[in-house]
């Protein structure tokens, strides 16, 4: 069974940084794009970023350019999210899934706040 | 502001279908698979429907896909009360060399 647990959410002041992890099992990860989606509270789905199999190919929106960072660890079969200079606007539910977009985790809360 | 514009909402009576659009441009739609979500509150989005018009295993045959142009459609038939739920097309843009998400679509049953 596939599964892809989201951590490391919480609450942090505007300016802040967190680090979203993302472990995954049931497939062979290596083999995947991946992607980060976000959804603000009321909102629709957004995409965040993803990266391909090997880490080499990485694209992000245009919002979070310059402050977020897509990366993996295919030995830990491990998706993370590293988010620095956090805006009242980047508080969303953020989710790991599939880049094809079949799997999807239950997401991590981060909310941006002071 | 999405490049992909959904109806807000649509509905229509139990056993009835309901179509929704999603209308891009070139640079997504026109050029690239679309796929759909269903997403119930508080809860992840489910895949659909992927490369415009397949389901994936265990989707039921009442939701179905077809793109034309720069325009996608997704139908449902027979509506059952459990199909309540926002719908969301989406698609790869090759000019913001992003994913891009529809605008959202609320189905009510009546």
């Known amino acids: 069974e596939v599964q892809l647990v989201e951590s490391g959410g919480g609450l942090v002041q505007p300016g802040g940084s967190l680090r979203l992890s993302c472990a995954a099992s049931?497939?062979?990860?290596?083999?995947?794009?991946m992607s980060w989606v976000r959804q603000a509270p009321g909102k629709g789905p957004e995409w965040v970023a993803n990266?391909?199999?090997?880490?080499?190919?990485?694209h992000y929106v245009d919002s979070v350019k310059g402050r977020f960072t897509i990366s993996r660890d295919n030995a830990k079969n491990s998706l993370y999210l590293q988010m620095n200079s956090l805006r009242a606007e980047d508080t969303a539910a953020y989710y790991c899934a599939t880049n094809n977009g079949d799997n999807w985790g239950l997401g991590t809360l981060v909310t941006v706040s002071s | 502001q999405s490049v992909l514009t959904q109806p807000p909402s649509v509905s229509a009576a139990p056993g009835q279908k309901v179509t929704i659009s999603c209308s891009g441009g070139?640079?997504?739609?026109?050029?690239?698979?679309v796929s759909w979500y269903q997403q119930f509150p508080g809860t992840a989005p489910k895949l659909l429907i992927y490369?415009?018009?397949k389901r994936p295993s265990g989707i039921p045959d009442r939701f179905s896909g077809s793109k034309s142009g720069t325009s996608a459609t997704l139908g449902i038939t027979g509506l059952q009360t459990g199909d309540e739920a926002d719908y969301y097309c989406?698609?790869?843009?090759?000019?913001?060399?992003?994913?891009?998400f529809g605008t959202g679509t609320k189905v009510t049953v009546l």
């Open positions: 490369e415009s018009n």
């Open positions: 990266i391909n199999q090997d880490g080499s190919a990485k």
């Open positions: 049931g497939f062979t990860f290596s083999s995947y794009w």
């Open positions: 070139s640079s997504n739609i026109g050029n690239n698979y």
């Open positions: 989406g698609t790869w843009d090759n000019s913001l060399s992003g994913y891009v």
